[in-house]
């Protein structure tokens, strides 16, 4: 089993998704090293069969929801739709004739 939580600040924000083996045991560790610990005033977990369901779980509920704190994983998704994007013909073209000339410099 992996716990998915979400951490709320007592006015209702969001302030951090994640998963562990322990939710409450990874509370103890954001108390020692996240500097909005002290603002959690509301913690909501959701249990999954595989670690691989609730990193799925994880990465779609950040994406949507937006926590303030997220932001490491903020970026990871946004380089992953990026790179998710084909480009067009043109596009694929000019950047295959731009990494010749770079080869050359």
Known sequence: MTDLYRHYSKDGQLLYIGISLSAAHRLGQHKEHSHWYSRIARVEIERFESRQQALTAEREAIAKERPAHNIHHRA???????????????????RQLERQILKFD
Not at 77 to 91: C, G, L, N, S
Request: aromatic share 0%; hydrophobic share 45%.
């Open 76 to 94: 990871q998704i946004k380089v992953e739709k990026a790179a998710a994007i084909k480009p067009t013909p043109a596009e694929a073209s000019a």
